[in-house]
């Protein structure tokens, strides 16, 4: 099965610089790599995400990058804010169809902290 | 965007009770939910997934007896802990839409 690595574990940056975030997958069949938020008691919100058949994906201050030769794909957050400060999940799927049917393999996860 | 409807969000309850966890998809059908366990500062573990009108398939090392899935409705997936235990204190999520929409989340506490 899927296994995804992700580093680092903990994150700490001041506020207004970049932070990225790395995972690598282990199938390389798998086709859908999503991003999640997680803030304290609260369930993960997808932030971005992108398929196999992109290398980027930009949306304002994020954007991932997909290195499939290399089975890694990375997160980054330029003028990273305070509210940007969460657990953040990298994910990875083998079966997206674009409908909801499909399994996310997640890695552990990174605790960011944006430091004022 | 898809929305996703958890409750209770929080909930104790003394050991050997039961505990009913509720995920409606309130702007959009889900044939398929997923539900996931995660404990303190780790990831989310995949429990089970919860198919509409039919079984529900659990991962390797959950017990289907404790961890009761109902998918009754295309809108509405249930986990029931039976018979609970401190040790199945936990935080509790859902997910379901094309996007993997998640739920806020339930926090048990068995005493």
């Known amino acids: 099965g899927e296994n995804v690595e992700q580093h680092p574990s903990t994150l700490s940056v001041q506020e207004g610089d970049s932070a990225v975030i790395k995972c690598t997958y282990s199938?390389?069949?798998?086709?859908?790599f999503p991003w999640y938020k997680q803030e304290l008691g609260k369930g993960p919100q997808l932030i971005i995400d992108?398929?196999?058949?992109?290398g980027e994906k930009k949306d304002q201050r994020i954007a991932v990058t997909l290195n499939k030769t290399a089975k890694h794909f990375s997160l980054h957050i330029t003028e990273t804010q305070p509210e940007d400060s969460a657990v953040y999940f990298c994910?990875?799927?083998?079966?997206?169809?674009?409908?909801?049917?499909?399994?996310?393999?997640f890695g552990k996860g990174t605790k960011l902290s944006v430091i004022p | 965007g898809a929305v996703v409807s958890q409750h209770p969000s929080r909930v104790i309850c003394k050991s050997g009770t039961s505990v009913k966890i509720e995920c409606r998809s309130l702007?959009?059908?889900?044939?398929?939910m997923f539900w996931y366990r995660q404990f303190p500062k780790q990831s989310l573990m995949l429990m089970a997934t919860?198919?509409?009108?039919?079984?529900?398939?659990?991962e390797q090392g959950v017990e289907k007896d404790k961890f009761l899935i109902n998918h009754a409705s295309l809108t509405l997936s249930t986990l029931t802990v039976t018979s609970a235990h401190p040790e199945d204190s936990s935080f509790y999520i859902c997910?379901?839409?094309?996007?993997?929409?998640f739920g806020s989340g339930t926090r048990l506490t068995v005493v």
């Open positions: 994910a990875a799927s083998d079966s997206y169809s674009g409908a909801g049917s499909y399994q996310l393999t």
């Open positions: 199938d390389s069949a798998s086709n859908y």
């Open positions: 992108i398929r196999s058949n992109v």
């Open positions: 702007d959009f059908q889900a044939t398929t």
């Open positions: 919860s198919n509409e009108g039919s079984k529900a398939t659990y």
């Open positions: 997910s379901g839409g094309t996007e993997h929409t």
